[in-house]
């Protein structure tokens, strides 16, 4: 269970916002039948999610997922402590055998194991050398994603040199073509982890690129683009459109933001009574 970080009250409804960054709504529309109590409810929500405005998006909240069984949290250099160990090959060798073995995902576990100790040995920042490469090439794109999305998730262990780390996987599989790795790169990309020169731009033809073949959490990154305007001209009608698409496609978060849009007029008008019907729907799908 997630460690809730904030707490919230109003009218005797909880909201919980965990570590995460969803927003799990406590919502009983059958208890909203009087107009005022409904716009004090959703006006209190409202400064929730502006109050926590870094943590509302998922896509703020990780890089990367893999179709089946991954999902990296994203967690920011400056949440690492100073005391995190150095990065060996024989701890992250353990690491991530450990997390394979648990998802009983082993078929690639020889080459996972060779090319994680030729990336130690030859790490040179963003690209792969020649020799490294040639060793990725032995794997399907998605398993070369795979592993770095695994790396990824080390940084809880070993800070921002597992981010760096990874960077270079997240690359070729991107380049190789897999969805997954194109949009975590293009996540890279726009945040600027792990030593990449931020490209906020770059990152929105990746997204656009994603969005057009039904990326879900594409679609959600590239509605926060036109949403607030970063890296694109700001487009509420675009935005609008593709938060319900990206809903639609299982992003539970996006519900939040189309209610959101609804509570502020973004979405062409004021509708209280859409705003909980959306709010409704992303806590049942965050259960």
Known sequence: MATKIAVFCCHRRVFHLPANGRLILALSTSNFLKKRSLERHISCVCRCMQKN??????????????????????????????????????????EIKAKLQESGDQLFLENHMVLLEALMK??????????VTRLAEKLPAKEVYKLAALIFDTQKLFGKDAVELS???????????????????????????????????????????????????????LAQLYHNGIGMKKDLKMAFGLYEVSAKNGISEANN???????????????????????TKAAEKGK
């Open 53 to 94: 405005k870094g943590r509302m998006s998922l896509f703020s909240s990780f890089i990367g997922k893999e179709s089946l069984t991954y999902r990296v949290n994203k967690f920011s250099s400056s949440a690492t402590t100073k005391d995190a160990p150095q990065i060996t090959i024989e701890r992250l060798s353990e």
């Open 167 to 221: 960077v270079p996987l997240f690359r070729y599989s991107a380049m190789a073509g897999d969805t997954d790795g194109m949009y975590s790169y293009g996540k890279l990309l726009e945040t600027g982890e792990g030593g990449i020169e931020p490209d906020v731009i770059e990152a929105g033809k990746v997204f656009t690129e994603l969005a057009e073949q039904g990326h879900p959490f594409a679609q959600f990154s």
């Open 122 to 131: 030859h790490w040179r920042g963003e690209v792969l050398s020649v020799s």
């Open 257 to 279: 933001m189309i209610g959101s849009m609804y509570t502020s007029g973004e979405a062409g008008k004021i509708d209280l009574t859409k705003a909980v019907e959306y709010f």
